[in-house]
């Protein structure tokens, strides 16, 4: 059947405050975790990635943390600046029958305001 | 810079014509993949394949088909392109047994039939 697109969810933030984009995932047996950025008119490009044994890693700006047990997980995005508007996806690996893949959620929209 | 390609960015075409969208990557990998967005919107995806010889249909069903003949080279084939096929194509690819950095996608295909 036709499947029906919901609107991103969208979040605005004043320049050189902190952001979190929050995600809920579907399947407990999931054990990796990505976070990609997608600016318009390209594609998702890798941000941060953590695997199920873990349940917060930082990078450069930004943090991931995982909570297992609501099956959540969120990006903090640290004095956020104009570059980082984009639509932020999660994604999360699911393997099973020796088959891997990543399905993505929803996506949030972050808007930067100056 | 990616080391996947997708060609063309963008293509205008009619109703009922055959097309096929490009994607190669140089970076050996096993895995590749066609995700199907629609602008703003979350990923599908549509086709997968684990290396050559291999493909196989993702979780949103499509009316395109995919060959993977070539390690690098996993083409992406519309029969008779139809309105409702217009959408951005997303081709990514990944290491065999490791998510590693999770995928690299490509630059998209930006699709539009008229």
Redesign the interface.
């Known amino acids: 059947g036709e499947?029906v697109?919901?609107?991103?969810p969208t979040l605005s933030v004043q320049e050189g405050d902190n952001s979190i984009i929050n995600c809920a995932y579907s399947n407990s047996a999931s054990d990796?975790f990505?976070w990609?950025k997608q600016e318009s008119?390209?594609?998702?490009?890798?941000i941060i990635?953590i695997r199920s044994n873990m349940d917060k890693r930082q990078g450069q700006r930004v943090t991931v943390l995982l909570n297992k047990t609501v099956k959540h997980l969120s990006l903090q995005i640290a004095a956020t600046q104009p570059g980082d508007s984009a639509?932020y996806?999660c994604?999360e690996?699911i393997a099973g029958g020796g088959?891997?893949?990543?399905?993505?959620?929803?996506?949030t929209?972050l808007t930067i305001n100056p | 810079e990616a080391d996947i390609y997708q060609t063309p960015r963008y293509l205008v075409i009619g109703t009922g014509k055959k097309i096929t969208l490009e994607c190669s990557q140089t970076m050996g990998h096993d895995k590749m993949y066609w995700y199907q967005q629609d602008p703003g919107m979350e990923l599908h995806l549509i086709h997968y394949s684990y290396g050559v010889n291999s493909t196989e249909k993702g979780d949103l069903s499509s009316e395109s088909t995919v060959s993977r003949i070539r390690t690098e080279h996993f083409p992406l084939t519309l029969e008779s392109a139809r309105p409702s096929h217009t959408s951005q194509y997303l081709c990514a690819s990944s290491e065999l047994r490791d998510p590693g950095y999770g995928y690299t996608f490509g630059s998209g295909t930006r699709l539009t039939v008229v």
């Open positions: 499947s697109g919901l609107h991103l990796y990505i990609y008119g390209k594609g998702p490009q890798f990635d639509v996806f994604a690996n088959a891997q893949k990543l399905v993505f959620g929803q996506g929209r």
